[in-house]
Nanobody, 116 residues
């Protein structure tokens, strides 16, 4: 299972870069999705990269602010988050799928806290 890191506390308008590091498999062989769960809310998909064509997708609320990228040499998928808003506060997870309902085991995630 990939391991998430890079979370932290920032003020609104700030930036963070999350990392999803794979161990034991190559990230370019899998779809890699980023998900988040805010307090009191269901887990939702944030962004995903598909291995078939390398295309990326984003949920509407983060379009234009978040960017997903990969570094195959480091076996890592990044989520660059800019112009952060308090509503981005959540625990962020990555997984080898773009569909939240397909994830059977979640990692520990990384906490992002955005203050106003």
């Amino acid at each position: 299972h990939p391991v998430e890191s890079g979370g932290g506390s920032v003020q609104a308008g700030g930036s963070l870069r999350l990392s999803c590091v794979a161990s034991g498999f190559a990230v370019y062989h899998y779809n890699i999705g980023w998900f988040r769960q805010a307090p009191g809310k269901e887990r939702e998909g944030v962004s995903c990269i598909t291995t078939s064509d390398g295309s990326t997708s984003y949920t509407d609320s983060v379009k234009g602010r978040f960017t997903l990228s990969t570094d195959n040499a480091k076996n890592t998928v990044y989520l660059q988050m800019n112009s952060l808003k308090p509503e981005d506060t959540a625990v962020y997870y990555c997984a080898t799928t773009c569909r939240v309902e397909y994830v059977t085991v979640w990692g520990q995630g990384t906490l992002v806290t955005v203050s106003s």
